[in-house]
């Protein structure tokens, strides 16, 4: 039987709980050892948003973008360190054989000003890997592009399917982990 492999991507309101989902998700899964990618958490002080850290799977860590980062890459207050980021990705499993799923959280306009993610995640949407990742509700060109890619389900979180949203593909990502139970 040939495997079905999952491409979902969840989109929604900024604030939404897209990266709560995941990380959910995340904790949840039976086989953290086969998943790659990362989840972006905010950096936060005082009640203040500073900027964004990614975190992997198996718990290395990065700033993506800060406040304080003196960059030529920036999106509104934040410098985006790509730099950073690029070597974060260097080290990602992402096209291991050992790998079952990649997650992403977020294609975004931070993560897409770097050519060698958006090349990932290229390769990602056609690759023989179930993909869940997260994406801006209104984007680049570049994730619009993503979006309408064959095979790709858009999956929009909102307040009230949060908590189905969530069931639903934790069964659809567990199914990811015994081949040849994907509905």
Not at 153 to 161: I, K
Request: net charge positive; charged share 25%.
């Amino acid at each position: 039987m040939t495997e079905k492999w999952l491409k979902i991507l969840v989109t929604g309101l900024p604030g939404s709980g897209k990266t709560t989902l995941v990380a959910g998700l995340l904790e949840r899964l039976p086989d953290k050892d086969t998943v790659a990618g990362f989840i972006t958490r905010e950096i936060r002080e005082k009640g203040t948003r500073l900027g964004f850290e990614l975190i992997s799977p198996d718990g290395r860590r990065a700033i993506l973008s800060h406040v304080s980062l003196k960059s030529p890459y920036r999106v509104g207050k934040y410098g985006v360190d790509l730099r950073a980021f690029e070597n974060f990705l260097e080290s990602a499993t992402f096209f291991s054989p050992e790998t079952r799923l990649v997650v992403i959280d977020e294609i975004g306009k931070m993560e897409c000003l770097s050519e060698k993610f958006r090349e990932i995640v290229l390769r990602l949407v056609s690759a023989p890997v179930h993909l869940l990742a997260t994406i801006a509700r209104r984007g680049t060109p570049f994730m619009e592009r993503i979006k309408s890619i064959p095979g790709i389900q858009l999956l929009e979180l909102t307040p009230a399917n949060r908590d189905r949203l969530q069931s639903e593909l934790l069964e659809k990502i567990k199914s990811c982990f015994n081949p040849g139970q994907i509905s």
